[in-house]
């Protein structure tokens, strides 16, 4: 009876576990900075990066999202991370991409 009990135990949080996983967003941008003068405004995102597997449909959504709620900078800087512990212990990021609106 204990066996059964913990097996079943066992499967409820592991089932738990992923579903929570699924729910999770595709990315979070967690901190993003903005430089200005006359002629530009250059822009850099740091983003943790939840599903890995879909990278640059990943970064042309956060172009989008960004460019809709704040305008179109002249440089944006996307920077992903798996993780904020990763970003906050100075590693670098697993992808960077650059992208120039002149």
């Known amino acids: 009876m204990k066996k059964k009990l913990l097996f079943v135990t066992i499967i409820l949080i592991l089932l738990a576990g992923v579903l929570s996983y699924i729910s999770l967003p595709d990315y979070l941008v967690f901190n993003s900075m903005s430089f200005s003068n006359r002629a530009n405004r250059d822009t850099e995102l ?3 990066v939840y599903q890995y597997w879909n990278t ?3 970064v042309a959504e956060i172009e989008a999202e960004h460019n809709q709620i704040n ?4 440089i944006l800087t996307i920077n992903l991370y798996y993780s904020k512990w990763s970003f906050h212990n100075g590693y670098e ?3 960077t991409t650059t992208i120039n609106y002149d």
């Open 46 to 48: 740091q983003v943790i």
């Open 56 to 58: 640059d449909e990943v």
């Open 71 to 74: 305008g179109t900078p002249t």
């Open 93 to 95: 990021p697993f992808y």
